[in-house]
T-cell receptor, first 114, second 114 residues
Framework: AQSVTQLDSHVSVSEGTPVLLRCNYS??????LFWYVQHPNKGLQLLLK??????LVKGINGFEAEFKKSETSFHLTKPSAHMSDAAEYFC????????????FGSGTRLSIRP | EAGVAQSPRYKIIEKRQSVAFWCNPI?????LYWYQQILGQGPKLLIQ????????DSQLPKDRFSAERLKGVDSTLKIQPAKLEDSAVYLC????????????FGEGSWLTVV
């Protein structure tokens, strides 16, 4: 069975400090893992994805995530937060060879303090 | 490459009225999804199409919701009659095995039922 858990519903950081959004997954198969960002009143935008290539994945806007199979984690990080990063972030897991099962995490709201 | 197109972007209707949302996926994407996202929650899959066939509609309230993708390209989601709890954003998304099953989302159709 597949599942994905976002460990924090809300994260607040100061501008210019590092960001860490945590995601753990459970999958019986080789997973594809994604992070999406949703700004207020907007649709979901793909930040980055892991599909069994390099374990360290770089995405847009300075974000990156590392796939750690031993820890079943896919945490999202950014070295220095910007005010424009304030948004909702979703971790998503799918089967590698099929899009028939897509599981969303519950989301993490990122707030940035000036 | 054009993204996933959705219309209308915003709709306000009274309860018991009907509404229809339209989605045009990215060209060549065989898989099309409709998600419902209630404020403060993650997206919930309503229905998934593979070409013009339904792959998963287990969470679609079939007494009031219907969806079709007759020619395997664009799709329509209908709600009739609407209830207050149907107020949500309806997200259309598409994917293709040729793009690693990455799911691309439209901007969403925002429904308010009063």
């Amino acid at each position: 069975a597949q599942s994905v858990t976002q460990l924090d519903s809300h994260v607040s950081v100061s501008e210019g400090t590092p960001v860490l959004l945590r995601c753990n997954y459970s999958s019986s198969y080789s997973p594809s893992l994604f992070w999406y960002v949703q700004h207020p009143n907007k649709g979901l935008q793909l930040l980055l994805k892991y599909t069994s290539a390099a374990t360290l994945v770089k995405g847009i806007n300075g974000f990156e995530a590392e796939f750690k199979k031993s820890e079943t984690s896919f945490h999202l990080t950014k070295p220095s937060a910007h005010m424009s990063d304030a948004a909702e972030y979703f971790c998503v897991v799918t089967l590698y060879s099929s899009a028939s099962k897509i599981i969303f995490g519950s989301g993490t709201r990122l707030s940035i303090r000036p | 490459e054009a993204g996933v197109a959705q219309s209308p972007r915003y709709k306000i209707i009274e309860k018991r009225q009907s509404v229809a949302f339209w989605c045009n996926p990215i060209s060549g994407h065989a898989t099309l999804y409709w998600y419902q996202q209630i404020l403060g929650q993650g997206p919930k899959l309503l229905i998934q199409f593979q070409n013009n066939g339904v792959v998963d509609d287990s969470q679609l309230p079939k007494d009031r919701f219907s969806a079709e993708r007759l020619k395997g390209v664009d799709s329509t989601l209908k709600i009739q009659p609407a209830k207050l709890e149907d107020s949500a954003v309806y997200l259309c998304a598409s994917s293709s095995i040729h793009s690693g099953n990455t799911i691309y989302f439209g901007e969403g159709s925002w429904l308010t039922v009063v």
